[in-house]
């Protein structure tokens, strides 16, 4: 009877670096309570508008509570659209104990309505954000970490091998061997969008919403189209962030939670060897 297969053998390779690990964490706890407190100061006027001014009477994206006969609704209004949006959005909590507020309690930090103290938890947390991203790039670029993992090569550019990573990435067919060491373009491009375009502009479109700012940097607000277009953009970047995350956990899962969370705190990232190359005319 033949011999059942051996498992293949896993060696534990050094992925992450210590400062890696730690702007992450960092990072996942700053993003998270910046996006809770953010979400509880939108409630305070939860529409948005474009330009300079907000026209109350046409806002391109609200969330509100309205009577239509004896029942209260949560309504979320999109340009011409509107939606029912009652027990999450608008009107939210269990039957029977439902309150208006844009986003439910569970949602916010804090989770009442309180607009000084979600403020507060805002730019807290904004700061550490920054100070964080600040240092992973200052330390990145000096220890040379940021051209070697994030930087795309030539190789990695070519027509074939990008369409290779999207459709094995499409079938979740993922990297092994030596090649799982490293990031794919797909994730350096990724990486790179995010910390080079949308937290940058996180940043700036937040500053453009300070009174203190506008009147000292009245050209950046220029830039973003007026004061209600970068709350606008501030929100759509907030949610396209929220969207990579998620977008993030999904392959984080897919490719095997443990073996990445282990890498992201130890450093250590199991791989199955490549099995070394035959030489030609060598027995099967």
Not at 112 to 129: E, I, Q, T, V
Not at 187 to 205: D, E, I, N, R
Request: net charge positive.
């Amino acid at each position: 009877m033949a011999k059942a297969k051996a498992a293949p053998k896993t060696v534990l390779v050094y992925r992450h670096a210590a400062l890696t690990r730690a702007t992450h964490w960092i990072n996942v706890l700053a993003l998270t309570l910046l996006l809770m407190s953010g979400l509880n100061i939108f409630g305070a006027h939860p529409a948005l508008y474009w330009g300079q001014k907000a026209v109350f009477a046409h806002p391109w994206l609200s969330i509100s509570s309205m009577l239509r006969g004896d029942n209260m609704l949560g309504v979320t209004q999109l340009g011409p659209w509107q939606f029912n949006t009652t027990g999450l959005l608008g009107y939210s909590g269990a039957a029977g104990s439902r309150v208006p507020v844009a986003f439910p309690a569970w949602a916010t930090v804090p989770s009442g309505r309180d607009l000084a103290d979600a403020r507060h938890w805002h730019f807290f947390f904004a700061w550490l954000f920054v100070l964080n991203g600040l240092t992973y790039w200052l330390a990145g670029l000096g220890g040379g970490h940021i051209a070697k993992d994030l930087l795309p090569t030539r190789k990695d550019l070519s027509l074939k091998n990008l369409w290779h990573e999207v459709v094995t990435h499409a079938q979740l067919k993922f990297p092994k061997g030596e090649e799982a060491r490293h990031y794919n373009v797909l994730q350096k491009g990724a990486y790179l969008a995010v910390a080079l375009v949308l937290l940058p502009t996180m940043v700036l479109t937040g500053l453009c919403m300070s009174p203190g700012f506008d009147a000292g940097f009245r050209w950046l607000v220029d830039l973003f189209g007026g004061r209600q277009s970068a709350r606008s953009i501030h929100f759509i970047v907030a949610w396209t962030i929220v969207g990579f995350i998620l977008l993030h956990l999904f392959m984080v899962v897919a490719s095997g939670t443990w073996n990445n969370i282990r890498s992201m705190i130890t450093g250590r990232y199991a791989i199955v060897p490549d099995e070394p190359s035959k030489p030609a005319g060598s027995a099967a």
